[in-house]
């Protein structure tokens, strides 16, 4: 097989194996001939295309994850699923006659700017062009004016922050800004009676931009939020903020809004948090479930999270923590991503290779954005950043959602964020006594609405 006819095949999303057809396009019933390939719209030089074929070099992408703060769940199913995308992407070359290989160095960056920064840096200097991370977006927004000055590409699954929302810079999100999850979070909370919110989030980027954006929202609902709560992130991430002053203002607010007239029932508490909010719980429960004028958990409503807790394996474990978080009811957003035998195959190789999780929206984000990194490279016909951000560019122009990953069509904002469609919710309940995360619903992005499968 040649490997323009490999590549076709990967375009109009037929030919042998799961894993080597992950990332297609939706050209229309007729498909391209071999001859006409380097001339489709996806192709930005066409008399480039495939000339790395006969390199025989080997391309590494960077990936910067969290692997021991509080997003190394995410961090780690990243890192799990690039084993996958790298053995898929690699076939699929080899099988068209095509001697390059990509590979990944990852780095720990451990929610670290400055970490981070210089982790960049030496990829950089390694000649690296493309970087799948970072994981959130106040680490994406310190090294972002590097990343430009350089012409190094970022991808990143889960960086949300409004605040990055920019066109015709050198950040890709495939995953929507938190513009859409603070509409989807409002929602929730209105849906489930709530008339007064309490939010409590991380005082950075992220926690910022989600916040103002479910507040707002909120109110032109009809709610109203007290004053928002914000704790030092970077305590939090190294495990040492005490929570003492964040959950005696969160207790005094809530006392304050029964004052005020609002019931038990009508009060949400919003957590906008990483896998900190575990430890949030445990302080909670054991400092707070007494003497006051209502106890922990304060509400008779479920406790509401977000992107940056849902489906978090960490947060419930150990079994007694989970305990913790199950009474709270925790009920949380997440990027819904779109179901197809693309994404069955690849979850069902990730369980089969690691039974102790799964892959989640932001994991197959992470395998789409190495598939995206390697075909854009080949397809503009060299590893150059400059030549790779100039595709990208030209795609959300002119062929804005024809690539196909595992996480659904690629289709793009102008500022290079994902278009928001759906977002599932996910609670925290107990089975057999033991503490799961289930999924509950889905808010759907155009009718403003959710539907549950399991209410909280």
Not at 4 to 17: C, D, H, K, N, R
Not at 187 to 200: F, H, K, P
Not at 323 to 332: C, G, H, N, P
Request: charge should be negative; aromatic fraction near 8%; hydrophobic fraction near 40%.
């Amino acid at each position: 097989m040649s490997l323009a006819i490999a590549i076709i095949l990967l375009i109009v999303g037929v030919g042998a194996g799961a894993g080597a057809t992950y990332l297609v396009t939706h050209l229309g019933p007729a498909a391209p001939t071999v001859n006409g390939f380097c001339e489709l719209p996806i192709v930005t030089n066409p008399s480039t295309c495939f000339k790395l074929c006969s390199s025989g070099q080997t391309i590494t992408i960077g990936m910067l994850l969290d692997l021991s703060k509080t997003l190394s769940d995410q961090g780690t199913r990243a890192k799990d699923v690039s084993v996958l995308a790298m053995n898929d992407i690699n076939s699929l070359l080899s099988g068209g006659g095509c001697n390059v290989k990509f590979a990944t160095a990852i780095d720990d960056y451990q929610l670290d700017n400055n970490l981070a920064l210089q982790d960049l840096k030496a990829l950089a200097a390694s000649g690296v062009q493309v970087v799948v991370g970072p994981l959130n977006s106040g680490t994406a927004q310190y090294i972002l004016s590097y990343a430009g000055s350089n012409h190094i590409v970022l991808m990143s699954p889960s960086s949300t922050s409004p605040a990055l929302a920019v066109s015709n810079d050198y950040l890709y999100r495939t995953v929507p800004n938190d513009a859409a999850q603070g509409l989807a979070d409002a929602r929730m909370l209105v849906d489930r009676g709530a008339t007064d919110a309490i939010i409590v989030q991380r005082k950075d980027t992220y926690g910022d931009g989600l916040a103002n954006a479910t507040r707002d929202r909120f109110v032109a609902l009809g709610g109203h939020v007290e004053p928002i709560i914000r704790y030092d992130a970077s305590a939090a991430d190294a495990g040492t903020l005490d929570w003492t002053a964040t959950l005696t203002t969160l207790n005094t607010e809530f006392n304050n809004a029964v004052t005020a007239g609002y019931t038990v029932d009508k009060i949400a508490i919003d957590v906008i948090a990483f896998e900190e909010f575990s430890a949030m719980v445990i302080k909670a429960q054991s400092s707070f479930s007494s003497g006051s004028a209502h106890n922990f958990p304060w509400s008779t409503l479920p406790w509401f999270g977000t992107d940056g807790e849902a489906d978090n394996g960490k947060i419930i474990t150990p079994a007694s923590t989970g305990t913790l978080v199950a009474q709270v009811k925790i009920v949380s957003t997440l990027f819904s991503t779109s179901d197809n035998a693309k994404s069955t195959a690849l979850s069902s190789s990730f369980i089969s290779k690691y039974p102790s999780t799964t892959c989640d929206s932001y994991c197959l984000g992470a395998y789409d954005d190495l598939w995206l990194g390697a075909i854009s490279t080949i397809l503009v016909g060299s590893y150059n950043g400059t030549a790779i951000q100039e595709y990208l560019e030209n795609y959300i122009a002119t062929s804005n959602g024809s690539l196909y990953g595992v996480t659904g069509p690629l289709s793009f904002q102008t500022t290079g964020d994902r278009l928001p469609t759906s977002y599932q919710i996910w609670k925290v309940v107990l089975q057999s006594g033991t503490a799961t995360w289930v999924q509950a619903g889905s808010w759907d992005n155009g009718s403003d609405s959710i539907t549950w499968t399991s209410v909280p």
